[in-house]
Every structure is written in structure tokens, then in C-alpha cells.
């Protein structure tokens, strides 16, 4: 039976062999784990003519805290992991990353050593950003896509009285902050089934619960129908777009349409 050293060590000579005399793309991104902890996790690829090339995840590290220092000393060890006789800096073209003040600053501290490099934030990241600047614009149209959801959540009675009277419809549905675009999704669905989600929270005690009371307030204010469709009418393209930026392995040119498109709506 192979230890973990051997495996470790059998598969990043598979991941050199794969990327041997390539030129690769580097991304990174952190999370936080269940413990709070900082966890920053290395991607590499190869850079192929007319198709996405492999992927492999190169390292995967605690930080004590998340800054450009820390990161650019990451992405730097990461690479010296891959190639231990030396980091072949003129390799190295692409680095990736979301949209951070500290990530635009790690890129340009990494240009200083890898000259060919260009850096490139998420495009996908760039629209969510779009999509939180269109919630901060839309106040009460915020405040009702995160009361309504409270309404019906860990509520067994609420939830039938809204299957009871409308059987054909979702329940309403909640942004998720790690799924970018999805509150966008929730205004698509508060425009579609506006008039009978007013009615089911019509018949709701609004002495029951906070969310209740908040929902009925805000559903009746005037213009929040008109917000509704203005911002699935203007909108929508976003989440749409996002959802394609994210498929896997999709090509360059593709993913520059996207964008070219949606700047152009």
C-alpha cells in the first residue's frame, strides 16, 4: 500500500509530465473552511491553441492572513513546487484571479518576477459586482427578496398554506452569497409570480413573525412592481452571463462573446 508521501510525489510528476515545455495559466482564490480558517488553493493549466488544456490543483495552504504579500509568496512557492530545479519564469503567462484590491497588487508584485505574465480578474466575478451595485439600488426590492424566504424557512404550516393555493409554483427563492448572480434569479422570481406571492403573504398572521410584517409592508409600496420588471427587463443578461462564464473548459473566444455581448445589451 502506497503512503501518502508516494502518492503525493507519483502525482506531481504526473502533473510535470503534463505540463513539461507548456506555457500554463496560474489562478488562485481563498475560502474560508469550517473551522475560520484562510484557505488559499493554487490552480494551474496549460494553454492550448484551440481547446482548454488540463487542469490540476498544484497546492493548497492555510494563511495566517490574506494580503498581496502573502498571496504573491504563495503563487511563488507554488511554482517553485512544480518546477524544483528551477521556476521557468517566461512559462508562466496568465495568472487569474477574482477582483480584490489585494489581488490586482499581487499581480503586479508577480509581474516584477514573471515579465511575460498578464493578469486577468474573473469576468464573472466583474458582472456579480455589477449585480451588487444594482441591489444596493433597489432597496425595498432587497428587503423583500430576504423576508419572504424567512417566511417559509423551517415553517411546515406557511409552507403548505403556499403549496395549498399555489401548487405550481416554486417556493421563493434565496440569494446565496457564494453562487454569484443569484439574487438577481430571486428578482426574476418575485417579477414572474408577483401577485401570488402578495396573496399567500396576504393570508399570513403578520403578528406571527417579523418577516411577515416586513413583507407585507414593502410588497405594497408603490413602484415595487415597476422595480421588478425594470430589473428583469435590464438585468437579466447578468445572471445569464454569469452562468456561462462559469462552464467548465469553455474556450477563450467564447468567453470574450459573452462579454462582448453583454457589454453591448
Not at 47 to 70: M, R
Not at 118 to 136: D, F, P, Q
Not at 228 to 255: C, G
Request: glycine content about 4%; charged content about 25%.
Amino acid at each position: 500500500m502506497q503512503s501518502y508521501d508516494d502518492c503525493y510525489n507519483e502525482m506531481m510528476e504526473k502533473i510535470r509530465q503534463r505540463v513539461f515545455d507548456r506555457k500554463i495559466w496560474v489562478s488562485l482564490d481563498e475560502t474560508t473552511d469550517a473551522e475560520g480558517r484562510c484557505i488559499a488553493n493554487v490552480i494551474i493549466g496549460t494553454l492550448e491553441e484551440d481547446t482548454a488544456g488540463p487542469i490540476f490543483l498544484l497546492n493548497t495552504e492555510a494563511l495566517e492572513k490574506t494580503n498581496h504579500s502573502t498571496v504573491s509568496k504563495l503563487v511563488d512557492k507554488s511554482l517553485s513546487i512544480l518546477w524544483p530545479d528551477g521556476i521557468r519564469h517566461d512559462d508562466v503567462l496568465l495568472f487569474l484571479s477574482d477582483a480584490a484590491p489585494y489581488m490586482v497588487k499581487c499581480g503586479k508584485s508577480l509581474n516584477a518576477l514573471y515579465s511575460k505574465m498578464v493578469h486577468v480578474t474573473c469576468a464573472a466575478h466583474g458582472l456579480h459586482r455589477v449585480s451588487e451595485e444594482v441591489r444596493n439600488q433597489f432597496g425595498t426590492v432587497d428587503k423583500i427578496v430576504a423576508n419572504v424566504k424567512k417566511i417559509f424557512k423551517k415553517a411546515p404550516s406557511r409552507i403548505q398554506i403556499f403549496k395549498n393555493y399555489a401548487p405550481d409554483i416554486p417556493l421563493p427563492l434565496e440569494p446565496i452569497i457564494t453562487r454569484w448572480g443569484t439574487w438577481i434569479n430571486a428578482v426574476l422570481y418575485y417579477c414572474k409570480y408577483y401577485e401570488k406571492i402578495c396573496d399567500v403573504v396576504n393570508m399570513l398572521d403578520s403578528n406571527d413573525a417579523l418577516s411577515i410584517k416586513v413583507s407585507k409592508k414593502n410588497l405594497v409600496k408603490e413602484h415595487v412592481q415597476n422595480n421588478l420588471v425594470y430589473i428583469t427587463s435590464n438585468f437579466k443578461v447578468l445572471s445569464e452571463s454569469i452562468l456561462k462564464l462559469q462552464t467548465k473548459n469553455m474556450p477563450l473566444a467564447e468567453s470574450l462573446s459573452i462579454v462582448t455581448i453583454f457589454k453591448h445589451n
